[in-house]
């Protein structure tokens, strides 16, 4: 879509010493009853999460970074940073480059409206005009093959179809740095396989691509670089088979140790 | 590599108002969201289909048939004018009321794309705005068509409904635009709300007329910013006459600070949200 040209080995996203916390309630729900009843007694109602601590890392045009790690490791807070969607608590992160604004995972944000409509409204958040989005939607809905489901209210939808739909989206609008958070790997064989295909077509030099996921062979099969995260942590980042297979040992180890693993 | 500038950079944002010029761009880019959104919401409350129209003029409508039985048997005086006083202030009044019910949940029920994109936030309670507002139109003609039965006055003066309208909207956005912030911190505020537009009800001169009022109680004039707009609607829309200047730079002085203050506590806040939905 852009037509800066980027070279290859240009850096497409610099992130520094980045840091974030979300602050949530100890209950589910921050009301106004509760405050009131807690204020004499002066508790704290608000639970801190570190989701990223002190993480460096960077990303060039031209190759395609894995990001692993356990859930809750902080990896798609990492992108909703990188996407500007979350301002960082600490540090600094630079974009080289016109960065998908529009997180996979923002495709369906309203159940009720069918798939086209979340498509649309997704789209037009993100800053698209609906004569771009008009323009790939052909290309989206066929991607997804979804059929006469696009039409269906998105509360219908099972998880592979509605992952279907959120990889379609992300790979279909193509900014100078895609991000692609574990649209992945739901979806059965066949869709799994095309959406891989999907992926090695949109390598390109001029385009830097963040991949997010619990596939392990495919990071290894078409990463150039692999960080892996844990607990808002950067453990390590290095070639795809190191950094795979330091994770994946770690997960063997951490099944005894009850880690949160999900592959 | 150190030649290239970045595009953009991101830091810890310091506490304030984002750069408002380049806010107000990227919300201005943003229009066409605002409308298809408020276009599909509409659409889902049916408001595209014979029945949902209907329905939308049919409650406000039974209400003042409502209303009206009501101050006959309580034994006010009841006539035409005091009918049409009660039907055009309660549909006034109504869409004040939608604005805030569709705005208070509009941020906290926007959760997921406000983690998965960046955008303004502010579209989403004006979003809700806009969809008040279309709800509001079909209540207009009936009106026109009740007032023709009603035989009420008709005169150049009901145009004055015009700015009155405009300053209905400027007012009930910017409060919808404070809660909407408030109720990302307070979930319950949405909770409370239909009590306190009850009240509101109660308290504006849309049961009762503003001249009908003890002078006692001419107090709630000063601390109600409903009461001058209610008042000179009535005036326009039901008497044919020219409101009350001071009546119209009050209402008006009420919706810029309101909706000046409401904007401001939003886009002072805005940045936190996706930290706290
Ligand atoms: N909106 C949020 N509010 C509060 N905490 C959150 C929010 N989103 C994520 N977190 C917390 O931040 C941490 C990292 O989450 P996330 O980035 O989603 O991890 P991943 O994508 O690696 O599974 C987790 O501990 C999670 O509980
Ligand atoms: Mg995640």
Redesign the interface.
Known sequence: MSNSLHKPG??AV?VQHLG?????TIDK?????A?LKTMGRGTKQTRVVRALDDVMLDVAYGSVLGVVGANGAGKSTLM????????????????????S??????V???P??SGR?NV???G????M??QEIENHFEEIADFAELGDAIDAPMRTYSSGMYARLAFSVAVTVRPDILIVDEALSTGDARFKEKSLEKIKELRSDARALILVSHALGTVRDICNEVAWLHKGKLIQRGKPDEVVDAYASFLQVGKSAAINEDV | MGTATPVEVFVPFRKGLPPLRKYWSTLWKRRSFIAEYSRTQLHEQHFDSVFGQIWLILNPLLLSGVYFVLIVIIGGHSDKMRYGHLTACLFLFYLMANTLSGGVKSVTSGQRLILNTAFPRLMLPISASVVAFFRFLPTIFIFLILRTILGLPIGWNMLWSIPIVLIAILFSSGVAILISCINVYFRDIANFLPYFTRMLLYLSPILWETSAIKPQLRKVELVNPLFPLLDSWSRAVVHAQAPHLTSMLISLAWAVLVFTFGTYFFLVREREFAVRV
Request: glycine share 12%; charged share 15%; proline share 5%.
């Open positions: 240009e850096i610099s974030l916390t979300y602050t949530t729900r921050p009301t106004l009853k405050r909703r940073v990188i996407s500007g969607i979350l301002p960082p608590s600490q540090g600094r992160v630079e974009v080289y480059g016109k960065v604004t529009l997180l996979a995972l923002g369906g944000f309203s009720s409206l409509a649309y409204l997704g037009l958040a993100a800053g005009s609906s």
